[in-house]
């Protein structure tokens, strides 16, 4: 395995997803500088639901 530090988060809030909610998180490698990996993630409702 590989531990990676994180060392800036942001986010943008749209609706809480409340526990117990399932949810499908996309997860995708936006760019790669030098010794930096940015990831863009989206979390979506599973299919015909809503968050």
């Not at 395995?1 to 117990?20: A, F, K, Q, T, W």
């Amino acid at each position: 395995g590989c531990d990676l530090p994180v060392v800036e988060l942001s986010l943008r809030y749209h609706r809480p997803i409340r526990l117990g909610t399932e949810a499908i998180v996309r997860t995708r490698l936006a760019e790669t500088v030098g010794v930096r990996i940015n990831w863009d993630f989206d979390i979506l409702p599973p299919l015909n639901q809503r968050l």
